[in-house]
């Protein structure tokens, strides 16, 4: 566009230009054709014209050069040959100013070409940062822009001076979390431990022990949750101590814990797991594969099945768990990753975090996790880490 814009305005130079050469020649002709009479020729000689002599103080006529054929031409007037002198001259303005124009063109066609990718690299780099940074699993990187303080520096600033309130924001609210997690922590130990000890030394009237043991099972509800609630502060600070870890040694490990669960929910649970490397902290990927097996027993039918594996693929370290349950909708999916949203699972199982969790961790070892509806019922959750080869 800025060329065009240019080979427009240079033409309209090269109009005017041409034009006003023509108006300056025709000003001065005065200076050239004096205002004379024709001066007659007689010839000399049977094929050659000759001048006659001029007067003094008059103008002597044009004579131009014979053509190739041999042929005398007549000489031109005065008038005649300056018609003549201003047509080559415009002639040649004309041309030497298109051809003047015609360079120009070019340099100002990668001038703009070098200033454009100057500027769209350097937006480039905006655009970049800010997919990375919102990517990513924290909100401590910054654009950073260098170089002259045009428009682009200004929507760097702009954008680092909102990651830097978005930055202190968030972090206010997981260390509320935290703090106030591990606060209630103690006086819950407290009231499970004075509910315990009367009931194991039977002192206990029977019938406040349904009512002992309804505390019991609310207070352990209780510390489930602040316990899932410190995972997930935990999991979106991220501040993980990064060791080697294989998922398939922690999806052994998920089934083992959760064996009585699901031999109590009569699942039937096929694993199937190959190695699957990657780096990242070996309690919180622990996590994430306990809360994806759980979510495949505790939202199921009874006597349904439920699938564990993992393996690498394009790269990729992946852990995948597959359970039958109630039907879902696509657009149900996103809902079950917001905290404190269970869904249609047995009454009294879970607190309503276990994907949020994984989601938050997941997202804090720059995984990816992808989850969709199953034909028949249930759902399919795959989290997706890049493998220790490629990280």
């Given at each position: 566009m800025t060329t065009l814009v240019f080979v427009i305005l240079g033409g309209g130079l090269v109009l005017?230009?041409?034009?006003?050469?023509?108006?300056?020649?025709e000003d001065n002709r005065y200076l050239v054709v004096p205002a004379v009479s024709t001066v007659p020729v007689e010839p000399v000689g049977p094929s050659a014209p000759t001048i006659a002599p001029v007067p003094p103080g008059s103008a002597a006529p044009i004579v131009p050069t014979p053509p190739d054929t041999g042929v005398p031409s007549a000489p031109l007037t005065p008038a005649e040959g300056f018609e003549d002198f201003q047509d080559r001259v415009l002639t040649q303005v004309l041309v030497r100013s298109l051809l003047l124009l015609l360079v120009l063109t070019a340099l100002a066609g990668l001038l703009a070409w070098w200033a454009s990718r100057r500027s769209l690299h350097r937006l480039t780099q905006?655009?970049?940062?800010?997919?990375?940074?919102?990517?990513?699993?924290?909100?401590?990187?910054?654009?950073?822009?260098?170089?002259?303080?045009d428009e682009v520096r200004e929507l760097g600033d702009t954008f680092d001076a909102m990651l830097d309130r978005l930055d202190r924001s968030f972090e206010a609210q997981r260390?509320?979390?935290s703090h106030a997690s591990h606060e209630l922590r103690t006086p819950l130990t407290l009231q499970r431990t004075a509910l315990e000890i009367p009931l194991a030394q039977g002192r206990v009237p029977d019938d406040l022990k349904p009512a002992l043991r309804s505390a019991l099972d609310a207070n352990a509800r209780t510390e489930r949750l602040i316990a899932?609630?410190?995972?997930?502060?935990?999991?979106?600070?991220?501040?993980?101590?990064?060791?080697?870890?294989?998922?398939?040694?922690?999806?052994?490990?998920?089934?083992?814990?959760?064996?009585?669960?699901t031999r109590a929910a009569s699942i039937r649970l096929t694993t199937r797991f190959a190695p699957a490397p990657v780096t990242g902290d070996p309690a919180l990927l622990?996590?994430?594969?306990?809360?994806?097996?759980?979510?495949?027993?505790r939202h199921n039918h009874p006597g349904g099945t439920a699938t564990l594996t993992t393996g690498v693929e394009g790269g990729r370290a992946f852990l995948e768990a597959a359970n039958s349950g109630p039907v879902l909708e696509q657009r149900d999916i996103p809902a079950l990753f917001e905290p404190f949203r269970r869904g249609q699972g047995r009454p009294g199982n879970g607190v309503g975090l276990g994907l949020a969790v994984v989601r938050a961790i997941t997202r804090s070892h720059?995984?990816?996790?992808?989850?969709?509806?199953?034909?028949?019922?249930?759902?399919?959750?795959?989290?997706?880490?890049?493998?220790?080869?490629?990280?």
């Open positions: 005017l230009n041409w034009l006003s050469s023509q108006q300056l020649i905006v655009t970049t940062a800010a997919r990375r940074i919102s990517t990513g699993s924290s909100l401590d990187e910054r654009l950073g822009l260098t170089g002259p303080h260390q509320f979390t899932a609630l410190l995972t997930l502060a935990r999991g979106e600070s991220g501040t993980q101590t990064r060791h080697p870890v294989d998922l398939a040694d922690a999806a052994d490990t998920a089934v083992r814990d959760l064996a009585d669960e622990a996590q994430v594969a306990v809360n994806l097996l759980a979510n495949a027993v720059d995984g990816t996790i992808i989850a969709a509806p199953r034909p028949g019922g249930g759902i399919t959750v795959r989290v997706d880490l890049p493998s220790r080869a490629t990280t």
